[in-house]
């Protein structure tokens, strides 16, 4: 994989269901791996950043898994609302140190809850 | 705080002119960034500072300059602008990995 992938592009979803995501990212010079959600007319919003392989982050319904080794990391959203309707974005950071950090982002997967 | 602001929220532009793009941040970042977003594309960078007094190209860098003014302002500078330039122009700072977004400049080129 040479690029930061996201499947699917776009899901529809009925409240209350439980629904995940995948990126997908080259797996050499890994630094981190960023989670954004992204509001329509608002900016993206940071979720998580994780760093080892095998790290979990939640926060509320919102949890994410990493595995660095293959190259993915999944999002999962439990019990979905109408609010976590967004663009979910992930990001590959391949900085080896340093005060900056340049993301390379997948194009995103638009989630969609119906009432 | 304001967080992330940015100058200004749209703009319509001729192919050849120019304009700058302005962002400030108040939470003494040593890092900004300037990205572009376009249909069907992720976020991204044009140009990153490190710190006041540097800046380094990103992916698409052509057809742009940046200041880093001070360690607050970080400015994006379009000399002749084309069509291909007309998206929407997110500037971010960061203190360590997790990046804070401004809200965003709509620009079209016609």
């Known amino acids: 994989i040479l690029n930061v992938e996201q499947s699917p592009q776009s899901l529809h979803v ?16 890994f630094y981190a791996l960023h989670w954004y959600r992204w509001e329509t007319a608002k900016s993206p919003e940071a979720l998580f950043v994780m760093t080892l392989n095998g790290d979990e982050k939640k926060k509320g319904r919102i949890s994410a898994t990493l595995n660095t080794k293959e190259g993915y990391s999944y999002l999962y959203i439990k019990g979905s609302q109408p609010e976590d309707s967004a663009t979910y974005l992930c990001a590959r950071d391949s900085n080896s140190g340093g005060s900056n950090y340049k993301l390379t ?5 638009l989630l969609t809850v119906n009432p | 705080n ?3 602001t940015q100058t200004p929220k749209f703009q ?3 192919t050849g002119q ?12 040593n890092s900004m960034y300037w990205y572009r977003q376009d ?3 992720g976020l991204r960078l044009i140009y990153y500072s490190a710190s006041e007094g540097t800046t380094d190209k990103g ?3 052509n057809g742009y300059n940046v200041s880093r003014l001070n360690k607050r302002e970080f400015s994006l500078r379009l000399e002749s602008a084309a069509p291909s330039q007309t ?9 360590g990995q997790r990046q804070y977004f401004g809200p965003g400049t709509r620009l079209t080129v016609t």
């Open chain 1, 14 to 29: 009925q409240e209350g269901d439980s629904t995940n995501f995948t990126c997908s990212f080259p797996s050499s010079n």
């Open chain 2, 18 to 29: 120019s304009m700058t793009l302005q962002c400030a941040q108040d939470m003494n970042h």
């Open chain 2, 2 to 4: 304001a967080g992330v």
């Open chain 2, 12 to 14: 319509v532009l001729k």
């Open chain 1, 105 to 109: 982002f997948g194009k995103g997967t």
């Open chain 2, 59 to 61: 992916e698409v860098p």
């Open chain 2, 39 to 41: 249909p069907g594309m």
């Open chain 2, 87 to 95: 998206s929407v122009y997110f500037c971010a700072s960061s203190e």
